[in-house]
């Protein structure tokens, strides 16, 4: 075994202050890699922490006199030297961002010489390539160990040399690229790296003789120390050139660097132009002075107590009477820490567009809220609307049944059959009223919803004619039909095609004298433009034309506004609120045509004009709609089993009275559960059922009963829309007849359901 020959040598004094300063550097440097400022601080810390070893190795050989431990410090030397030469170079290439040659295969090929070379220093004993001979020496009474170099020492060298080099020219290229705090950062880079290359040059040409220690380890120490600087006031490992060149010099907001002192020493043109000066006058000043035209800005400046964060009004830079931006502020120190003293970075990021979409978001928000709102208000309104339909049309069917039996009963005095009439008439005056107001609501809405179908107009308009046959007759009008139009097949709706055709005739008859014709005259028309800017390739025109008591031409104008009738006069003449013209209008633009009216003027009579678009191809089955009703007041030819159901206890004691008087065996229950009781225990031929019952729906009672036997069924409801008619139609009601029911309909409804559907319901006809 060996011993340890300690020797007292004040030549370990400098490499050990270079120890402690090059660790001290590493540790700071490795902290702030903790913080995040990767990958310089990892790549400086390493750099340092090589430095480090090779100064602390030649401490130890410098005061232990052992030919072993003097021999191993030559080989740790080598490593602390490879290791500073590698994070040295890899620090360089970081900071000039020149990362893609850290990638790790990349950095792997750059450092491998040296690992391979280092190796080889350690395994010198049994090759002596790298060392030839260290031998012990004596130099002024201390013990050296003197070593005669290889071949591998000289090319380690080489390769240290290089990569010194290649570090000091990719810093005199970013000296030359940038300006400002990174040109100072580069220059004091290249300051300390130049210090081992004079250390090294003055050794290799003996300038001072033999000099027996490393000076070159001593020399990367200097190095470390001229980075203090850099690392200290310049923030070396918190602002880089590439990150500011490429990021922050092309960002909108407005960044600026400020000293300890809070003078600015780097900022990117957004900030000239947000502080309306140039780079050259604002570098150097104070950042309170530069803000000045702000002072709730440049108080909170002047000075720096620690991190700011905060949303300011601004008024325009150029002239302080511009628009007001919106900003936010944020000032954070350069370090990772806000306890650690140093420079500041102001960031000023406008707003001004944010806070408009926001605003407009929010704008947009209350919007839809206030449309959802809207809407539900409308559907809350719909379902009022139909509940109202419904119990304003339940009340009057069983005064229209009990003005139907008296009417039907011979015995009825003839002196009160005018009074029952004009009572009948009322009724079904206020059926139409109602019937106006909801389809308004509807029109007004945009809730008028058509259910198209292809159908024959000239179909449509003899149902139309035979529903107002009684009211001709009444009237004591002629109605002329002159349908020659060859194409008469349109893509509508037949209910609410029917109600146009309807209202029109109405009209008619309502301005028509005694003795007056009314012509329905039809013609196929060439290519036209509707209302709604539709072009129809070919049109269907109806022409409702009548020998009336005309319109005043000041009128026509008006005579499709809501509650408009052309004149006081017609409107004392006719009665009701005058919005059968503007619905029909609606409903023939919502069908792509157009309604217009015609009059030479008072006493001239009228002329109502359609036009739709016609359909190429005929239609296919026919209209989808209830049939026109002759009304013959006769006792009816089928005596059936009938389930009459309605909650109403009037109206079930009218009908079923009227019907049991036209030979039918009825039976009467008041909801689903106890029409269900019933169907179960006798035989029916139809089923009659109001749609609205207090425990389910008509439709439910429908379904229940047809799942165990068949039976055919007519609808009653107070509710008339296309949709309800569908859903009918689509649970099995062969009818829907909307309330008030006028027995003769009821009862023809029934004789043309025996008589087209006699298997619907097995025996729909009794015995």
């Keep these: 075994m060996f011993q340890l020959q300690f020797q007292a040598n004040a030549e370990a004094i400098p490499f050990a202050t270079t120890v402690l300063i090059s660790g ?22 390493a750099m340092m922490a090589g430095e480090a070893v090779w100064a602390l190795f030649e401490v130890v050989e410098l005061l232990i006199v052992s030919e072993p431990i003097q021999r191993a410090c030559f080989a740790l030397r080598v490593a602390g030297a490879s290791m500073t030469m590698l994070g040295l170079l890899a620090f360089v290439l970081g900071y000039a961002g020149l990362e893609r040659w850290l990638a790790p295969r990349r950095f792997a090929a750059i450092a491998a010489p040296s690992v391979v070379l280092t190796l080889l220093a350690w395994t010198n004993p049994w090759h002596h390539l790298y060392w030839k001979s260290i031998e012990s020496a004596s130099i002024d009474g201390h013990g050296f160990a003197v070593a005669t170099h290889g071949p591998g020492f000289h090319v380690h060298l080489a390769v ?8 000091a020219l990719i810093l005199v290229f970013t000296l030359l690229r940038f300006a400002g705090i990174f040109r100072v950062q580069a220059a004091i880079m290249l300051l300390g790296l130049l210090v081992p290359w004079v250390v090294n040059a003055l050794e290799f040409f003996d300038v001072f003789g033999f000099v027996h220690v490393d000076t070159v380890a001593l020399a990367f120490g ?18 880089r050139p590439v990150a500011w060149e490429t990021v922050v010099r092309g960002m909108d907001d407005a960044v600026a660097v400020l000293d300890g002192r809070a003078r600015i020493v780097e900022l990117n043109p957004a900030a000239e132009r947000f502080l309306g000066l140039p780079r050259a006058h604002a570098l150097g000043e104070p950042a309170a002075r530069a803000l000045a035209q702000w002072p709730a800005l440049a108080d909170r400046i002047d000075p720096i107590q620690g991190p700011i964060e905060m949303t300011i009004d601004l008024p325009s830079a150029t002239d302080g009477e511009g628009p007001v931006m919106t900003c936010e502020i944020r000032v954070s120190p350069l370090v990772g820490h806000p306890a650690v003293g140093g420079g500041w970075l102001l960031v000023v990021h406008d707003i001004t567009t944010r806070r408009r979409s926001e605003a407009d978001h929010a704008r947009s928000i209350l919007e839809q809220a206030a449309r959802a709102e809207a809407e539900a208000a409308n559907r809350e309104k719909d379902r009022f609307l139909a509940t109202l339909s419904h119990e304003l049309r339940t009340p009057l069917s069983p005064i229209l049944a009990t003005v139907a039996a008296l009417l039907d009963r011979p015995e009825t005095p003839e002196a ?12 079904n005056l206020e059926v139409r009223l109602i019937d106006d107001l909801l389809d308004l609501t509807r029109v007004r809405g945009g ?3 058509l259910k198209l179908e292809l159908v024959d107009a000239h179909e449509l308009i003899h149902r139309v004619a035979e529903i107002c046959r009684d009211d001709l007759n009444q009237a004591r009008l002629a109605l002329v039909l002159e349908l020659t139009a060859r194409r008469h097949d349109i893509h509508a709706d037949p209910i609410r095609l029917q109600q146009v055709f309807w209202n029109l005739v109405k009209n008619a008859i309502k301005f028509t004298p005694a003795g007056g014709i009314i012509t329905i005259r039809t013609h196929t028309g060439g290519p036209a433009t509707a209302l709604n800017g539709q072009h129809m390739p070919g049109r269907l025109v109806i022409e409702v034309i009548d020998t009336g008591i005309g319109i005043e031409p000041a009128a026509l104008p008006r005579i499709f506004e809501m509650f408009d009738q052309g004149s006081a006069e017609a409107t004392r003449r006719s009665g009701g609120l005058g919005l059968g013209l503007t619905i029909s209008r609606s409903i023939v633009e919502r069908h792509g045509g157009c309604l217009s009216a015609a009059s030479d003027g008072p006493g001239h009579g009228s002329t109502f004009t359609v036009e739709l678009p016609t359909a190429s191809a005929p239609p296919r089955g026919g209209v989808p709609m209830i049939e026109p009703i002759e009304e013959t007041g006769k006792p009816s030819q089928h005596a059936l089993r009938i389930l009459l159901v309605d909650d109403n206890a009037d109206t079930r004691l009218a009908l079923s009275e009227l019907l049991t008087r036209r030979g039918h065996h009825v039976q009467v229950a008041d909801g689903v559960v106890s029409a269900a009781h019933l169907a179960a225990a006798n035989p029916f031929d139809l089923l009659i059922s109001d749609i609205e019952l207090a425990d389910g729906t008509g439709l439910q009672l429908l379904r229940s009963i047809r799942s165990d036997r068949p039976i055919a069924a007519i609808a009653l409801s107070g509710l008339g829309s296309s949709d309800d008619l569908e859903m009918s139609r689509s649970a099995g009601f062969a009818m829907h007849l909307m309330k008030p029911i006028d027995l003769p309909a009821l009862e023809a409804a029934i004789d043309r359901l025996a008589q087209t ?3 619907a319901a097995g025996s729909l006809v009794g015995d």
């Design 757 to 759: 559907q006699p298997n």
């Design 160 to 167: 240290c040399y290089a990569m010194a080099a290649a570090s």
């Design 447 to 449: 809730k008028l919803h």
């Design 416 to 427: 009160i059959r005018p009074a029952l009439e004009m009572i009948r008439r009322n009724v």
């Design 222 to 239: 200097v190095t470390g120390v001229a980075f203090f600087p850099a690392l200290g006031r310049y923030r070396l490992l918190d602002l």
């Design 24 to 45: 001290w550097l590493s540790v700071l440097a490795w902290r702030r890699r903790r913080l995040g400022s990767l990958p310089l601080a990892t790549a400086f810390a």
